[in-house]
Each structure stands twice: as C-alpha cells, then as structure tokens.
C-alpha cells in the first residue's frame, strides 16, 4: 500500500491535472471506441491524448525526485499559462451574435476594397464580435484559416447552413434557417437587397 501511495508524494500542477485528464479521459475514450462511423474515431484520438498526459505525468514524477518541488510548480504554472494563451490565441474566433435577432438569414461580405469594414468589438480574450446593422456585415477577410467565424444563430433556428456564394465581385457567406430551403434566384435577390441598403 505504501509502495503504491508513492506516486502521489510531492504532487505537482501538471501530475494533479494529469491524474485528472486520465480519469476523465480513459473511460471516455474507451466508451468512444464502441461508437459507430467517426464516434470510435473521436474515441481513439481521446485515448492517444490519454497516453500522451500518462508520459507527461511519469516525466513529471521522475523531474519531481530531483528538483525542488517549488520551482517544477512554477514552471509547470508558466507553462500552463503561456500554453493555455497559446491555444486561445489560435483558436480565436470573429463572433456574429444573432441570438437575440429575429431573422432566418444573415450575411457576411468580404470586401473588395469598395466597402467600410464592419466595427467590432473586443470579446474576451482574443475573439472579436462583429458590429452589424440589418442582416449583413463586412469583413476584411472571410477566408483567412487562422482566424474562425462563429456565427450564433438563433435560438428557433433548428440548425444552421451557410452557404458560400460569389456575387457582383464580393466573395459571401450566406448563413440561413436551416428550415428554409432557399433557392438560388431567392439568394441572389435578398444579397442584391441588403447590398442596396449598405450602399446608402
């Protein structure tokens, strides 16, 4: 018992985080494995990212018996930070906020150097949430990888399609109700209207 308890002496940040990721991981990832189709696929990956946290952990215990149990937590504490920052900071979104819009539809232009960016504002910690007026916005850029759109839909929409279309020289994503079923001369003729109203 005592030989066993060992592993738990002088307990890190990234050992007690570990410990944690793995209890929470390894039943999650063997469950995933008995779904069908892309489940035992996520399931697989969950239990490499088990495996990984399990080496960091045995790394950590065997650094833990030779240096000094405050300078390995400050350390791990730095890199925790910097890597959660790290992570933000890729996955940072340009956030469109319909939540509270009654609309089946929404439009997102790339400009072509002819129109005014949307404003947007700052939304913790890295993302930024798009100014719109009506049902349409303005960006730079929507087909930069680096940087996510995450269009909010409304709570009554039962799912969300976003459609890219290419009219009168801008480059359009065209996110809709996924209950209705819009056809391309409908498309064209809502783009053409709301167009319109951002010219004026």
Do not use: C, H
């Not at 910097?82 to 232009?109: A, P, V």
């Not at 279309?165 to 065209?174: A, D, I, P, T």
Request: net charge positive.
């Amino acid at each position: 018992m005592k030989t066993s308890l060992k592993i738990f002496k002088k307990p890190t940040v990234f050992s007690v985080l570990g410990f944690l990721l793995i209890l929470i991981g390894l039943p999650v990832g063997i469950n995933g494995l008995t779904l069908k189709g892309g489940g035992s696929l996520g399931g697989a990956i969950i239990l490499f990212g088990v495996f990984i946290v399990f080496l960091v952990v045995i790394l950590d215990r065997i650094i833990a018996k030779k240096v000094s149990l405050k300078k390995i937590n400050r350390i791990e504490i730095i890199m925790l930070i910097l890597g959660i920052t790290f992570y933000s900071f890729n996955g940072r979104e340009i956030i469109i906020d319909l939540t509270e819009k009654k609309t089946n539809y929404f439009i997102l232009i790339e400009n072509n150097g002819k129109l005014n960016n949307s404003e947007m504002s700052f939304s913790f910690p890295f993302d930024k949430k798009i100014k719109y007026q009506n049902n349409i916005a303005v960006i730079n850029s929507i087909s930069e990888n680096y940087q996510r759109i995450d269009l909010e839909s409304p709570d009554y929409w039962n799912s969300q399609r976003m459609q890219p279309w290419e009219m009168s020289g801008f480059k359009v994503r065209f996110y809709s109700n996924g209950d209705n079923r819009l056809s391309e001369k409908e498309i064209d003729s809502i783009i053409e209207k709301e167009l319109k109203v951002l010219n004026n």
